[in-house]
């Protein structure tokens, strides 16, 4: 039986949003442990023309948000990009969540032969069907941006292994 829209997406967000929650837990620590300011860690980029570490975490959920509110057929919250600590990170991914809380999943699931518009940049805007804009767009990004956080922090020397970027994946073991 093939999934609905809302739970092709909704489960996702939130599974992975919990686990690059975690993973700045262990980071946290990690600059503890190590004596040095978190800050650095904030700063942090993999190569000098990519985004830094913060900036992968408020675009991990900014997508969550303005995708499963695109889907939902809702205009998209607009959050700040204010976070100078962890604990704000944090903060942004908890809002995140309670957010998709919120999303009506049977207007998701309405949403796969729904046409969307979108931003791409300040001046494009981008069209897709509901369904090639989860499974093209939405997913893809997301997981680009929480794959290079995790990214940045294993190459800052936080102990990190995959369990901790896939999370608590809800499975029946035999």
Do not use: W
């Not at 830094?52 to 889907?71: E, I, S």
């Not at 908890?94 to 998701?108: E, G, R, S």
């Not at 102990?159 to 999370?167: R, T």
Request: hydrophobic letters at 40%; a neutral charge.
């Amino acid at each position: 039986m093939p999934f609905s829209m809302s739970q092709a997406v909704l489960p996702a967000l939130q599974i992975s949003l919990n686990a690059l929650s975690g993973c700045l837990d262990k980071a946290q620590a990690h600059a503890a442990a190590k004596k040095y300011d978190p800050a650095v860690l904030l700063s942090t980029r993999l190569a000098p023309d990519m985004f830094d570490l913060k900036r992968q975490v408020q675009m991990a959920c900014d997508l969550a948000n303005r995708g499963g509110a695109r889907l939902a057929g809702l205009e998209p919250p607009r959050y700040e990009d204010t976070e100078t600590t962890i604990d704000e990170l944090k903060a942004r991914i908890a809002k995140t969540l309670v957010f998709l809380k919120t999303l009506d999943a049977a207007k998701i699931d309405q949403s796969a032969d729904r046409e969307l518009t979108f931003p791409l940049g300040p001046e494009r805007k981008g069209q897709m069907k509901g369904d090639d804009y989860l499974n093209h767009f939405v997913l893809p990004n997301f997981y680009f941006h929480c794959t290079v956080a995790y990214a940045i922090l294993r190459h800052c020397g936080v102990e990190l292994g995959k369990q901790d970027f896939l999370g608590a994946i809800p499975m029946k073991m035999s």
